[in-house]
Every structure is written in structure tokens, then in C-alpha cells.
């Protein structure tokens, strides 16, 4: 059994280098059983029901192609893509969890998040429901997609501009005892841009980092994760 763990791609154009790398990453794997992707594999992503962004169009058939070749594809939403929508419910077959979930894989429980839900910030966690409350959905609905895209990208440019490294910190404070409380044999999440590998007493610890500047990732092969960097 094989799986690949990735997160924070925040892709934006199919001619940005990083959308590049990972569109070359997948086309290498073979015989892949699981794609797990732990949010903010797009800057921005509100799910409609008849439409996608086309910038994304490239990235969406490769997983299509994955898909429909027996890949099973899980989707951990992050704080940059939520409300997934139908397209990667239905179309992918993918399992989209909107928080965190143990997945039973390989004979290992595995607690798979994209790690937001540990920033201590009230501010941040009642911006986060904000986001994702009915309200938000209704008014997608509503307005012009075209509008939403625009408003999204520079919402995403000044927040760079006030923070151009994002998170980038050691997430070990926050995740050792967020494992002691996972009743998981592994723990693995995104956000933090940090790559981390450690193990705590039965729980082996893994922050993904990026696939901005790292590419970073973890495979899973045969009950075994490791963290691994991919060289284009």
C-alpha cells in the first residue's frame, strides 16, 4: 500500500512554479493507493455546483486521471479552499473533510489535519467559522463568481504582503500534545510551512511543510511514513 501526504501548495496559475512541480510530482507516482491532500493546495477555493475556477482545471483532471485509475483521494479543507462542493464529491469520488478525521490506512490510525484548528486565537477560530457559516455559502450563490475570484486574490495579496513568510514556525509546542490527546498511532497536518518528523512516545508526528519553496511531503509505504522532499 502506498500514500502520499501533502498540504499548502496555495497554487494560483498552472504557470507558477510550484503548480508546475506538483502537477510533474504526480505525474511520477505509480500504483499510488491513497492521495491525501491536508488543505491549501489552492489559494483560494469556494465550491460551486456547476462550475470550477479555471486555473484549477489543470490540477482537477490530473486528480480525475488519479481517481478513475483506483487512486483513492481525501481532501482535508484548509482556511485558503472550504466548502468543497460537488465537483470533488461527486466527479472525483474524493472524501472531503471539513475539519480533522482518524483514517484507518494500512493497518495504522491516522489522524489527518490541516492544523488551523490548533492556532489558540479566538480571533482567527471565529474568522474560520465565519468563513464557512451558511451566510458565506448563500451569498456564493449569489454573486458573480468573477467577482469572488478577484476579491479572494487580493484579500490573499495584502494578507502576504502583512505576513510574506504565512506561518512558517515550529508547530512542536502545538502538536505533541494535540498526539497525546489523538488516540492515533500517527499524526499528520499542513498550515505551519514548517516540515517536521519526531516521534512522541507511540505517535509518530508529521507537519508536511510546503509545496511553495520545500516541496515537501510524506509517503507511506507498507505501514512506514516518512518525510520526503521532492527534487523537480
Not at 60 to 68: C, N, P, T, Y
Not at 91 to 100: A, H, M, S, Y
Not at 163 to 169: A, D, K, M, Q
Request: include cysteine; aromatic fraction near 14%.
Amino acid at each position: 500500500m502506498k500514500a502520499i501526504f501533502l498540504s499548502d501548495a496555495h497554487l494560483r496559475q498552472p504557470t507558477d512554479k510550484n503548480y508546475k512541480f506538483l502537477l510533474d510530482f504526480l505525474n511520477q507516482q505509480k500504483d499510488l493507493d491513497a492521495l491525501f491532500l491536508l488543505g491549501d493546495i489552492f489559494e483560494f477555493w469556494l465550491g460551486y455546483k456547476h462550475l470550477v475556477f479555471t486555473a484549477y482545471i489543470p490540477l482537477l483532471e490530473k486528480l480525475r486521471q488519479l481517481s478513475d485509475s483506483g487512486t483513492k483521494l481525501y481532501f482535508v479543507e484548509g482556511n485558503h479552499d472550504f466548502n468543497l462542493g460537488s465537483y470533488f464529491t461527486e466527479t472525483l469520488n474524493c472524501t472531503v473533510i471539513p475539519d480533522q478525521k482518524i483514517i484507518s490506512w494500512d493497518e495504522k490510525k491516522i489522524l489527518i489535519s490541516h492544523g488551523d484548528l490548533l492556532n489558540p486565537d479566538s480571533k482567527y477560530q471565529m474568522l474560520r467559522k465565519f468563513w464557512r457559516s451558511s451566510p458565506i455559502k448563500l451569498l456564493a450563490k449569489i454573486v458573480h463568481p468573477d467577482f469572488v475570484w478577484a476579491f479572494a486574490l487580493w484579500l490573499s495579496n495584502k494578507s502576504s504582503k502583512n505576513n510574506p513568510h504565512r506561518s512558517h514556525h515550529d508547530p512542536t509546542s502545538y502538536l505533541i500534545p494535540f498526539s497525546e490527546e489523538s488516540k492515533s498511532d500517527v499524526v499528520v497536518c499542513g498550515h505551519f510551512h514548517h516540515p517536521l518528523d519526531i516521534q512522541h512516545e507511540n505517535v509518530r508526528i508529521i507537519a508536511l511543510g510546503d509545496w511553495i519553496q520545500q516541496f515537501s511531503y510524506a509517503e507511506m509505504e507498507n505501514g512506514k511514513i516518512e518525510l520526503k522532499c521532492f527534487k523537480p
